[in-house]
Structure formats: structure tokens, C-alpha cells
């Protein structure tokens, strides 16, 4: 574990390594949105989920009651796909989604958790 520490001293590497870790912040989510929107028009329910979810209307003000809205709105739609309300297939997928992006998080949190204990044991203290 001192290696990692050690290394992570070097601009070189720490660089490469925040460079990873944006990748990591970016490309999982950017193929998940593609392989989504180009699997989720496969079905009748699927295509009825977007027309749904592009006539959902959006407040973008910046208020916690535009905010509470919108939340309540995806709430609303993330209980009509558990329900099946758009079939099995979109279920499915948001099943997956959901399962996916889980995972991201965990990475995510260990990647920049050892960037950050690195930053921590590599602190000179005055």
C-alpha cells in the first residue's frame, strides 16, 4: 500500500491517474446512455417510456419546489416501469440500468477513495 502512496507523489503518475479516473466518470455512462436509448425503442412499451418521458414536463428554474417536482415526476415513472406498465423488456433494461450504474458508484467511490488516502498519507503535517 506504501507503493501506491509512494507513487502517487510522482505529478506524472497522479496525472495519468485523475486522467483514468474522469474516463471512468465519463465513458461508462456515455455507452450505458447509447446501448439505453438504442435498445429501449425495441418494444411497444419502450417507445411509449420516451414519448412519456419527453412530454414530462421539466422545471429548470433552480427552486427545491422545481426540483421536488421533477423528483416526484421520475419517482412516478420509475413506479410505472417496476409495475410493468411498460412491459417486460423496459423493465428488464432499467433493472440493468440500475444495476450498472450501482456498480459505477462503487468503482467510482474506490477510485477516488485511493486518491484520496494517498492524498492523506502523503500530507506533510508542519
Not at 90 to 100: E, G, P
Not at 107 to 120: K, Q, S, T, Y
Request: proline share 2%; aromatic share 12%; with cysteine.
Amino acid at each position: 500500500m506504501d507503493a501506491i502512496a509512494h507513487a502517487f507523489l510522482d505529478p506524472t503518475v497522479r496525472g495519468w491517474y485523475l486522467i483514468g479516473c474522469l474516463a471512468l466518470l465519463l465513458l461508462p455512462m456515455m455507452a450505458l446512455a447509447v446501448w439505453f436509448h438504442r435498445g429501449i425503442r425495441h418494444s411497444p412499451g419502450g417507445r411509449a417510456l420516451m414519448q412519456r418521458q419527453r412530454g414530462a414536463r421539466t422545471w429548470a428554474r433552480g427552486t427545491l419546489a422545481d426540483a421536488a417536482y421533477n423528483a416526484g415526476d421520475g419517482a412516478s415513472i420509475m413506479r410505472d416501469i417496476n409495475a410493468g406498465r411498460y412491459g417486460q423488456h423496459a423493465k428488464a433494461m432499467m433493472t440493468r440500468v440500475y444495476w450498472f450504474t450501482g456498480a459505477w458508484v462503487v468503482v467510482n467511490a474506490i477510485a477516488f477513495g485511493i486518491l484520496i488516502w494517498a492524498d492523506e498519507i502523503n500530507r506533510v503535517v508542519d
